[in-house]
């Protein structure tokens, strides 16, 4: 499952280590061995590594940018 979630400072991300920060928004899902399965491991990504693994992107909308993440 993923689900869009909101930091409370205390997340690191499990892809590239960094900590999301406070009120930043990260995804959560499950995961094994890099794919999604419902009975994977709980991992949290930041929005840079959701972009980077297709999970996330910026749309550009009424000239800002808008995060959305893929979820069902
Ligand atoms: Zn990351």
Redesign the pocket.
Known sequence: MRQGCISSGEIH?D????KIPYLERYLSINEEDGVETAGGELQH??I??CIKKGYALYREEKGEKVLTFFTE
């Not at 892809?15 to 960094?18: E, G, L, V």
């Open positions: 991300c892809a590239c280590q960094s990504y930041c840079n590594c």
